[in-house]
T-cell receptor, first 113, second 113 residues
Framework: KAGVTQTPRYLIKTRGQQVTLSCSPISGHRSVSWYQQTPGQGLQFLFEYFSETQRNKGNFPGRFSGRQFSNSRSEMNVSTLELGDSALYLC????????????FGSGTQLSVL | ELKVEQNPLFLSMQEGKNYTIYCNYSTTSDRLYWYRQDPGKSLESLFVLLSNGAVKQEGRLMASLDTKARLSTLHITAAVHDLSATYFCAVVTIKAAGNKLTFGGGTRVLVKP
């Protein structure tokens, strides 16, 4: 069974640009969550989608947005990039119920110059 | 607001000895996760603990949960070099729908011969 796939693996952007990251969950999984990992702030929750609806949202500015498609694939978008957005962005998938294991992808390493 | 604290932040281990990592959290939870992360890699799920008194073991790692004390421990028995990694605990609040995880700051483990 294929794992969680995130593309691209690495991305370099400049300040002010926007970026879209993609996450394909494990087949059959309906929940996709996104996390930002930085050396200073650690792992922080961005948002979670379940059946194309945002179910949870973290404390990030509106420049961070996401969506989920009918096949459960998810994208997150960051507009007007800032230097502080440089981070590893991790996606996690799960079947969607509580009390379950979450499976993480390899992440997208975003560098903003 | 849920806060999750891990200690120590860094643990230098000698091979063959036993060590414990602590994870404290601030509000009632019904799910606690332990993850392992190797440098430049994603998060690997180790344990999901769901109830008070839960204990899970895999190889040299054993995790336990005390929901009354809001404390989980990850015990490492007879440390070996392969266990060098960063270990994270993560908690889901009991009232939360879905899978919004709040992570601790991580414990960097280095096992020396």
């Amino acid at each position: 069974k294929a794992g969680v796939t995130q593309t691209p693996r690495y991305l370099i952007k400049t300040r002010g640009q926007q970026v879209t990251l993609s996450c394909s969950p494990i087949s059959g999984h309906r929940s996709v969550s996104w996390y930002q990992q930085t050396p200073g702030q650690g792992l922080q929750f961005l948002f979670e989608y379940f059946s194309e609806t945002q179910r949870n949202k973290g404390n990030f500015p509106g420049r961070f947005s996401g969506r989920q498609f009918s096949n459960s694939r998810s994208e997150m978008n960051v507009s007007t990039l800032e230097l502080g957005d440089s981070a590893l962005y991790l996606c996690a998938s799960s079947p969607g119920q509580r009390n379950e294991k979450l499976f993480f992808g390899s992440g997208t390493q975003l560098s903003v110059l | 607001e849920l806060k999750v604290e891990q200690n120590p932040l860094f643990l230098s281990m000698q091979e063959g000895k036993n060590y414990t990592i602590y994870c404290n959290y601030s509000t009632t939870s019904d799910r606690l996760y332990w993850y392992r992360q190797d440098p430049g890699k994603s998060l690997e799920s180790l344990f999901v603990l769901l109830s008070n008194g839960a204990v899970k073991q895999e190889g040299r790692l054993m995790a336990s949960l005390d929901t009354k004390a809001r404390l989980s421990t990850l015990h490492i028995t007879a440390a070996v070099h392969d266990l060098s990694a960063t270990y994270f605990c993560a908690v889901v609040t009991i009232k939360a729908a879905g899978n919004k995880l709040t992570f601790g700051g991580g414990t960097r483990v280095l096992v020396k011969p």
